[in-house]
């Protein structure tokens, strides 16, 4: 018997089924996938298959352990943005992205006057220290892209600046994001 | 954050599985057979180190990392400047739409920084001007229109 798994991004039943079975995580025994393939009524095999699947399809990004970034010393993010020129923003958005400390780069729409950041790229450290000297770094990354708006395009009166960081200081609320069972 | 959080002593083995699994288990059916090997420790201790890892909070999940767009629905990253006399108001208000599904505060004008997760884009629209009714500010709304890299690695 072979499994059908669809090439792109839309889920069978049976991929459904699975995501619902693992959002929650993996059991950490011996063979994780037997239990898994056990749930599915499928082989180990065709479970294995169907998980390299999901993997080549962007659908899983990985297997993996997700630290406690306070337990392991990570206590200082910051979301830092940057207004960088639009015929730019592909090329260094990917190398910004590839910098080690960067957890999430993304490219977002600005609204003027008021909000002028088009790159988000976020840090962690352990200290404020550690997350300056990694924005230090972006900004000698962006250098060269930078736009320097005239006090024209400012918001009465005041300069937009051509980049800043956002340290967050309370968490108001955290919910995990899920498959719903319906459908 | 949460200013009495310790940081646990940890062993070497346990930070090297820490380090390993953040980038990732191989697939296949004996995973922590191989993560054994790759930190020079035998099966069982990984697994059972791991699930205590787990148990203390030290990791807070082990498993598929979905990328949440594929699990069907929209999303958004928005934003509010709230006066800090109605913050915690605000706070509450927002909190109250169960589409909200994490909210920060951040030291900027723009003080309240949160991800709306709905089923549609059509919802999407309609969440933000809900908020907008219910606490009178006007939410910058900065929907992702490319992604260059997503995943934490926080060395230990």
Redesign the interface.
Known sequence: MSVSTSQS?E?TPLERQY?LL?????P???????WLAEQLDLT?EQT?AM??S??E???????????????????FNG?TVWDISDEH??EF??L???L?F????????R?LP??NYNL?AMV?GTTQDEIQKYRSQIKDLLQDVLVERSSNDANQGNTLRSN?M??????????????KQK? | MNKTQVVPELSSLERALINVLQHGLPVCEKPFEQVAEQVGSDEQTVISTLNQLLEQKVLTRFGPMYDAACLGGAFTLAALSVPDDKFEQVTEQVNSFEQIAHNYKRDHDYNMWFVIATESQQEIEQVVKAIEAKTGFSVLNVPKLEEFYVGLYLPV
């Open positions: 991004k889920l995501i693992t959002q929650n995580g993996l950490i025994v011996e063979k994780p996938y037997h180990v294995l998980t390299e999901f993997k399809r962007g659908i899983i990004r990985r297997i993996a352990a997700v630290p406690n970034h306070y337990k392991l010393g990570y206590q979301m923003a592909s958005g990917r910004v992205g590839q080690p960067v957890s999430h780069c993304y490219l977002r729409p609204h008021s909000w988000f962690h800043d956002l340290t967050s200081s309370k968490i108001l609320k955290k919910t995990g994001l899920r498959l459908q």
